[in-house]
């Protein structure tokens, strides 16, 4: 969801992974009864017309986006509905729907209390769904009136004294017998709905009431003379002190048991609108929770809107608990994560439990379970990055309240699942997934060759190859499967050679981020990124992944999330065959190669052409799930562009490497060789790895699509541009492409819609394209220096000062730059880039060690390459880049 956080690597783990032990919900309709209810109902507890209202709730629009990512469909009612009712036609489809809709619980305490024969599954159904066994919670107006129904068939004859002190004896021995029953890990009361939570002490209640409340029931009779369990009275027990004694009789028996002491859940705040709203204030129930210390009291729904009651109570009281469940359905998503920090406000994470409140419809369950999720990332995320709470606390509250507390407080010694520790989510294979759901994939990707891949500080692609039966044994063990390199890899230049400031002492673990699998470069070959891991498990400061998924998870706490898509410009090489040069390749022959020539495309079929070369290109972009927007030609001599589509940045990032593999291992099996040099022909246009944006806010004003979002996003990427150019122009060859009136970005600090000779170019709206960064940039720390830059713009409200210039601002006249706000150039090499980041890095929040590492590789980088002589520079690039 838009507003949701993705958390750092640890917490974001734990959220994603924990299975949930939904403390509270109901049994699913049959397949054959679900339709006959409608399904505006997963998002609201209206009936009748104001049901229909519910259209325009925020919720509901929740709900859709839920149920319409789950279902592959599009995001509107209509088609959200016409799937489901196409999952109802077939036991096969809605079963596996329903386990789809239950996924990532581990077990549901079920209230089985409106029963209805023939329409609600029973509570041991669930067990097909959930990784452990489900178990019921007992309720106790349902208990009563069964007992009471009986009652009246069989002892019609009897005294109202008689009949009350009978009713009770045998609720007290039935609550007795479910104390024993190992299925039965609750109790539950809905008096909130009958008369309200200020229930009476036993010496406050009124027994003379009490029994005339019963007679009236009896004397009212019942519907037919069918079995007690299947029984319904014809006269509802409400508003009466018979009311209290059926709580206080269950509660004094759990009370005088020897073993366990099971929980009496209690409905409190909202629900369906014959609730007594004004007596639905957990705050009533302060008499009674005193008066029977030694019994749980589960306070569920979070009291809503009685929150802060409800975190007040269990906060003060060891017997009480604050359950945060039915608002996941119900409240938008703001409201939600207001829910979730008023009880942390006062209310022991300890004391906190989760459900989903689902009922009837297994969307319930979906939509619950994916809210839950996404408050805790919100919340939580925004906790740590304050720094309330340390990563490690933040998961510690994560696993205990979805998992834990639960576990502890209903004694459920069944429960299958455990919960791996802190370290070990830092090494998770996959999110949700398991081992052998890995080795799956691999499988079924026909791999024999698993690539391991990292970008270094000079932006080399390092790889790692292992044959894919190596993996297999080592997942088949349950470990996650981790690589060993040198600590000094951070720290190496071109050549192997380590920078002065470190040393050959110490080794990073990589650990595989299986959500960047992709299928090549070659055939029977996979391929994904690794994050730098310390040896006790702990993200490295210095790993350029984490760098950038830091970054963008800082942003989204303040709601900011971003959309980023790379092109690729390369130049096709061929191998010189005159082997007295000094010169390996030369220039692709190809008569009258021009931006978007279609001559350039003309011999696309010709065996040994790069056109053939480009359609396995692009055939193999998309089976790796690269989705391929343009391919064309550039303007220098075999120069070409790969459009590539827009993703979140971490994915746009790894995606942009998986491309180039492919791109370059392509053109070599074809006897091409592919440049990233942004000069390679000091005649002939550059070549650049512009960059896609966008920005949006989920908060409500101003909106996303705002300028005042966008504007200060890039007017921070201005204020900051002669820091960001030590990332994306991050080599002393970059600077050779930096010229004026070449289409190029230029040299002046400006924007221009839709003017290439602005290093920021407005194409429209929230959508930029920044220019000044070529394909010797590392994109991970490129793409996390611009996100600083125009995530701080936000912050500070950072005014676009520089007017919109439509011009090429070389050529125009001090005068008319000064107008326009134009009066700074950007650096004029990389000495100056990184003097510039050395001064911005502590506004821009980088971490020091990291900043200095940089500036180290690129400051030794500089003392190899300056020395050199142009045309051997030249030379040097084209052999590595």
Known sequence: MASSYDGFKQLSAAIDNTPLIDNHAHPLLTRQSVSQHPLLSVASEATGSALEDSRTSLAHF?????????????????????????????????????????????????????????????????DAFTRSKCKRIVRLETLAGDIIALEALQNSEMSPTQHLARVIQELTGQVTAFLHDPEVVAFKS??????????????????????????????????????????????????????????????????????????????????????????????????????????????????????????????????????????????????????????????????????TDGNCSPETYLI?????????????????QSGQLDEKQAVQLV??????????????????????????????????????????????????????????????????????KHVYKTLASGKPLTLSVTKSSLGLLQIDVMIPQITATGAYTLHIDWLSLKLGPADGHVSCYANFAESDGSESVLCPRTILRKQADGAAVHGLTFLL??????????????????????????????????????????????????????????????????????SAPGQYEIVLPALPPLEACDTLLHARQILESVAARHGFRITLHPKPFAGACGTASHLHLSVSSSSSSPSS???????????????????????????????????????????????????????????????????????????????????????????????????????????????????LGITTQLPEDLRAALAALERDAPRLGFDAAFVRRYVDVKEAELRLLEPMGAEERRRWVLERY
């Open 62 to 126: 929740l709900a859709v986006k839920h149920l319409a990512d789950a279902l592959g469909c599009e995001e509107t009612w209509d088609a959200v509905a016409a799937s489901i009712a196409q999952k109802q036609l077939t036991s096969d489809s809605w079963e596996a729907w329903v386990k789809r809709c239950l996924d990532g619980i581990e077990t549901i305490l079920l209230d089985d209390g409106l029963t209805v024969p023939n329409k609600i599954e029973h509570y041991s159904w669930h």
């Open 399 to 468: 696993q205990d309240v979805l998992f834990n507390n639960s576990k502890k407080l209903y004694n459920l010694d069944s429960v299958r699942s455990t919960l791996p520790s802190f370290a070990e989510l830092g090494s998770d294979p996959l999110p949700g997934s398991s081992n052998q759901e890995i080795v799956s994939k691999l499988r079924r990707l026909g791999a024999k060759y698993l690539r391991v891949y990292w970008n270094d500080y000079t932006s080399s692609v390092k790889c790692r190859v292992i044959p894919i």
């Open 190 to 355: 809905i008096i909130c709905y009958r008369r309200g939570l200020d229930i009476l002490t036993p010496e406050h209640v009124d027994l003379a009431a009490a029994e005339d409340s019963l007679k009236q029931i009896i004397d009212a009779g019942n519907h037919d003379e069918r079995p007690a369990s299947n029984f319904s009275l014809k006269k509802r027990l409400e508003n009466s002190p018979l009311n209290d004694l059926i709580v206080l009789t269950a509660a004094t028996a759990i009370r005088d048991f020897p073993g366990h002491k099971k929980p009496i859940q209690f409905h409190t705040g909202l629900g369906d609108n014959d609730i007594n709203l004004t007596k639905s204030s957990p705050a009533h129930l302060q008499p009674f929770i005193r008066y029977f210390p030694d019994i749980p009291v589960v306070l569920l729904h979070a009291g809503y809107p009685w929150t802060r009651e409800t975190a007040y109570l269990a906060a003060m009281y060891p017997n009480v608990y604050a359950d945060i469940g039915e608002v996941f359905l119900f409240l938008s998503q703001e409201g939600q994560e207001g829910v979730l920090k008023q009880i942390l406000e006062l209310c022991p994470w300890s004391k906190v439990l989760c459900s």
């Open 705 to 819: 699509s705002s300028p005042a979002v966008y504007e200060s996003f890039y007017a921070g990427i201005l204020s900051h541009l002669d820091a960001i150019l030590a990332f994306t122009y991050s080599n002393p060859t970059s600077y050779e492409r930096m010229v004026d009136s070449g289409w190029a970005g230029g040299r002046w600090v400006t924007w221009g819609t839709q003017n290439k000779e602005a290093p920021l170019r407005k194409v429209e709206g929230a959508h930029w394209e920044f220019k000044t960064i070529d394909g010797l940039a590392n994109p991970y720390l490129a793409a996390a220096a611009i996100l600083a830059a125009g995530t701080a713009g936000i912050l500070g409200s950072v005014q676009l000062t520089w007017g919109d210039c439509a011009d090429d601002p070389a050529l125009l006249s001090d005068q008319e730059r000064a107008a």
């Open 565 to 634: 898509g790379f092109e690729i410009e390369f130049v096709v090489l061929e191998r010189n065959p005159d082997p007295t040069s000094v010169d390996k390749y030369s220039t692709l022959r190809n008569d009258g190669h021009a931006w978007s020539m279609a001559r350039a495309l003309a011999d696309w079929g010709r065996e040994g052409s790069f056109a053939t070369a480009a359609d396995e290109i692009l055939d193999s972009l998309d089976a790796a799930g690269i989705a391929v927007e343009q391919f064309h030609a550039e």
């Open 368 to 384: 619950g379970t994916a809210q839950i999720r996404s408050v805790l990332k919100a919340v939580l995320g925004k906790a740590v």
